[in-house]
């Protein structure tokens, strides 16, 4: 597509509830990330694939998030058993092999 | 450690006057520095990058920034304030968190640039 999405752009759950976010990066970009940007902060790394290969999730919070890219171009964020602290903007970004990252319009998670 | 501060968390000026919105960073190794901006409701659009070429980054809407290592800053500046340039600001520098070995960004807190008319 022309440039990266996310898909819902706002998910309101319960708390205890499962979640999953998705983002769709420019097509033919090797380089996929995740970020969380809570409410005047900056965004902060969460993970990042090359191709279907996860290469570092350090960024992850605990063992409550995942994440996947099974077939190198749409992502899966996961996040289980939510919590409220969990709520906030969930961006995603694309990367061709040697270039800038291209962010997506984020999903807004509100965990009630 | 390595950290990415932004000096001030709201800046207000009038339109047409110049905008100066402050970076410092610190880093073992010369960085790649970013600047980014966020339209409310809108996603994250890079402004202009420094990767060790000329320290002077001219970016788009008239910003532009000068990279300055006996400083440690990246400084974003524009001549001349138009209303449209009201947003959120953030410096960023590549390759800095703990995992290391890729390109994932390190933000500032941003910037809040207000305009005045």
């Known amino acids: 597509g022309a440039g990266v999405s996310q898909s819902p752009r706002y998910k309101v759950t319960k708390r205890g509830q499962d979640v999953a976010l998705r983002c769709d990066p420019i097509?033919?970009?090797?380089?996929l990330y995740w970020y969380r940007q809570a409410l005047g902060q900056g965004p902060e790394f969460l993970t990042y694939?090359?191709?279907?290969?996860?290469?570092?999730k350090s960024g992850l919070p605990n063992d409550r998030f995942s994440a996947e890219r099974p077939e190198g171009s749409i992502s899966t964020l996961t996040i289980q058993r939510t919590e409220q602290r969990d709520s906030a903007m969930y961006r995603c970004a694309s990367r061709a092999l040697a270039g800038t990252q291209f962010f997506g319009p984020g999903t807004r998670l509100t965990v009630l | 450690a390595q950290s990415v501060t932004q000096l001030d968390s709201h800046v207000s000026v009038s339109e047409g006057t110049p905008v100066l919105l402050r970076c410092n960073y610190s880093?073992?190794?010369?960085?790649?520095l970013f600047w980014y901006v966020q339209h409310p409701n809108k996603g994250l659009q890079l402004l202009l990058k420094y990767t060790s070429a000329a320290t002077l980054v001219k970016g788009i809407n008239g910003f532009e920034a000068e990279f300055k290592k006996s400083e440690t800053s990246f400084h974003l500046t524009k001549p001349s304030a138009h209303m449209s340039d009201a947003a959120e600001y953030f410096c960023?520098?590549?390759?800095?968190?703990?995992?290391?070995?890729?390109?994932?960004?390190?933000f500032g807190k941003g910037t809040h640039l207000i305009i005045q008319p």
């Open positions: 097509s033919g970009h090797v380089s």
């Open positions: 880093s073992s190794y010369s960085p790649s």
């Open positions: 960023v520098v590549s390759g800095m968190y703990s995992g290391g070995g890729a390109d994932g960004l390190t």
């Open positions: 694939f090359n191709y279907e290969a996860q290469q570092d």
